[in-house]
């Protein structure tokens, strides 16, 4: 509906973008990010966290597949890349209905255990050193969230 969508030059242009979006999340918020290896997800998850003002250094969680930092509330990371048959077990609900923002690289994979709302991040490759981050809100409360960040 209400996207919203950014051209950046630079990792840190992408990251003020998500650090700007970041002062605007609030406990159980639930951001999906989709786009190819290199797109971006991870440099997105970096500023979240530097604007949720976690100082721990961000890495892609692959071989974990959930990482939590601490900042003004907890940001799960999660990248479900490599679970397997939709990851029946792994008890995502926890983290979504949970106190902290979920960010979630591959969500697709995960999808018959997402929530209903959610913020999609979609993350496009364009050249060298340059990305569009595309938000697409999913349910009111993104669609005010996206609405709030370009008053
Ligand atoms: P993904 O998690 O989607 O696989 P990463 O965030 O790990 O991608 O990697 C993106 C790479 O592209 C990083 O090395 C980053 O520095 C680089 N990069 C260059 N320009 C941009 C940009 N405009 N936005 C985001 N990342 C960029
Ligand atoms: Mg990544």
């Not at 979920?102 to 995960?110: D, M, P």
Request: some cysteine.
């Amino acid at each position: 509906m209400h996207s919203l969508t950014f051209s950046t030059k630079s990792a840190e242009q992408t990251q003020a973008i998500a650090e700007r979006l970041a002062q605007l999340l609030q406990p159980g918020d639930v951001l999906l990010l989709e786009g190819d290896l290199g797109a971006g997800k991870t440099t997105f998850t970096k500023g979240l966290a530097k604007g949720l003002g976690v100082r721990r250094t961000v890495n892609s969680p692959t071989f974990t597949i959930i990482k939590e930092y601490m900042g003004r509330m907890p940001l799960y990371h999660m990248d479900v890349y490599r679970v397997q048959d939709g990851g029946e077990d792994l008890g995502f609900d926890e983290y979504f209905y949970g106190e902290g923002v979920c960010v979630v690289e591959w969500a697709h994979l995960i999808e018959e255990q997402l929530p209903a709302e959610y913020l999609k991040v979609v993350l496009l490759h364009k050249g060298n050193d340059e990305r569009q981050v595309e938000l697409k809100p999913v349910g009111s409360r993104y669609e005010l969230m996206s609405k709030e960040l370009v008053k």
